[in-house]
């Protein structure tokens, strides 16, 4: 296999397919895509912890291997991206990413263009698989044409807007939320590192500055966003609920399935006593 930019050659298959829970063989097909998808986002959070704490955020795929498949943690977007689209890669697929602006919680059709998610050619149709938009995300990939439909028990559609943007709706009781707008313009890894350092250094990122935990299972997702968390069952209207200190601190290993060192524990616990107090 000669390697390509997305470095399927240095992906640790196994290793990663047992971290998702992932079994049986995988081929560059529609059964595969729709395993690999489920089983992601089920296994791997969404999650800012090392922005919370000061840290870097490495995009190269050695780093994020050690951290996501190696050392049981999430993380955001642009590093589950580079992750899942080495495994693609490695596995055959033929795929582009795109950029997307989020709409979810502001409405806003005009913020920048942070979220990315990868776009599949297969069989002559197009695939919008997308693992790390957390807990209001994709639960298996989506057909990229307008009217599209993903069904079971979470629903989304895709709908065209006359200036050509595809947005992405999660269809809930209450009505459809936009989670994000995105044409087909293709993007490349040299782009997530500028994108990364927006999320990461910019204040106005929405990532550096609260603790942000999500993660989508099949029965549940759930969103902590400081220290309220929201629940989402399907069918039925979301619930938020403010979590005490403890709770909080727990909640990355209890909830959302991300393993945290001792003293990534304790100076997570600095961080959101800082918060609750309303220091910087």
């Given at each position: 296999m000669?390697?390509?930019?997305?470095?399927?050659?240095?992906?640790?298959?196994?290793?990663?397919?047992?971290?998702?829970?992932?079994?049986?063989?995988?081929?560059?097909?529609?059964g595969?895509l729709?395993?690999?998808?489920?089983?992601?986002?089920d296994?791997?959070?969404?999650?800012?912890?090392?922005?919370?704490?000061?840290?870097?955020?490495?995009l190269?795929?050695?780093?994020?291997?050690?951290?996501i498949?190696?050392?049981?943690?999430?993380g955001w977007?642009?590093?589950?991206?580079?992750?899942?689209?080495?495994v693609?890669?490695?596995?055959?697929?033929?795929?582009?990413a795109?950029?997307?602006?989020?709409r979810?919680?502001?409405?806003?059709?005009?913020?920048?263009?942070?979220?990315?998610?990868?776009?599949?050619?297969?069989?002559?149709?197009?695939?919008?698989?997308?693992?790390?938009?957390?807990?209001?995300?994709?639960?298996?990939?989506?057909?990229?044409a307008?009217?599209?439909?993903?069904?079971?028990?979470?629903?989304?559609?895709l709908?065209?807007?006359p200036?050509g943007?595809?947005?992405?709706?999660?269809?809930?009781?209450e009505?459809?939320?936009e989670?994000?707008?995105?044409t087909?313009?293709?993007?490349?890894?040299a782009?997530?590192?500028?994108?990364?350092?927006?999320?990461?250094?910019?204040?106005?990122?929405?990532f550096?500055?609260?603790?942000?935990?999500?993660?989508?299972?099949?029965?549940?997702?759930?969103?902590?966003i400081?220290?309220?968390?929201t629940?989402?069952?399907?069918?039925?209207?979301?619930?938020?609920?403010e979590?005490d200190?403890d709770?909080t601190?727990s909640?990355?290993e209890?909830?959302?399935?991300?393993?945290?060192?001792?003293?990534?524990?304790?100076?997570?616990?600095?961080v959101?006593?800082?918060?609750?107090?309303?220091?910087p």
């Amino acid at each position: 296999m000669t390697d390509s930019m997305w470095q399927g050659n240095g992906v640790d298959l196994d290793a990663y397919l047992s971290r998702v829970g992932h079994l049986g063989d995988v081929a560059p097909d529609l059964g595969t895509l729709r395993r690999l998808h489920t089983a992601h986002v089920d296994a791997i959070a969404f999650e800012n912890i090392d922005a919370m704490l000061g840290r870097a955020v490495p995009l190269d795929l050695e780093s994020v291997q050690d951290k996501i498949v190696r050392r049981g943690r999430g993380g955001w977007c642009l590093e589950q991206v580079v992750l899942v689209a080495a495994v693609l890669d490695r596995i055959g697929f033929t795929f582009t990413a795109l950029a997307a602006r989020s709409r979810i919680r502001t409405g806003n059709k005009f913020g920048p263009a942070v979220h990315v998610a990868l776009c599949v050619e297969l069989d002559g149709e197009q695939w919008l698989f997308d693992v790390s938009f957390g807990g209001y995300g994709l639960h298996e990939p989506i057909r990229l044409a307008e009217g599209s439909q993903a069904g079971g028990d979470w629903s989304f559609d895709l709908v065209r807007e006359p200036r050509g943007e595809h947005v992405l709706r999660f269809l809930r009781p209450e009505g459809p939320a936009e989670l994000y707008g995105f044409t087909t313009d293709q993007r490349y890894p040299a782009d997530f590192e500028i994108l990364n350092h927006f999320c990461l250094s910019h204040p106005r990122s929405p990532f550096n500055h609260r603790v942000i935990l999500q993660r989508t299972q099949p029965s549940v997702r759930h969103v902590l966003i400081g220290n309220v968390l929201t629940e989402i069952r399907p069918g039925e209207p979301a619930t938020h609920r403010e979590l005490d200190e403890d709770e909080t601190l727990s909640a990355p290993e209890k909830i959302f399935g991300v393993t945290l060192e001792p003293g990534e524990a304790e100076a997570l616990r600095t961080v959101v006593a800082a918060a609750a107090a309303g220091r910087p």
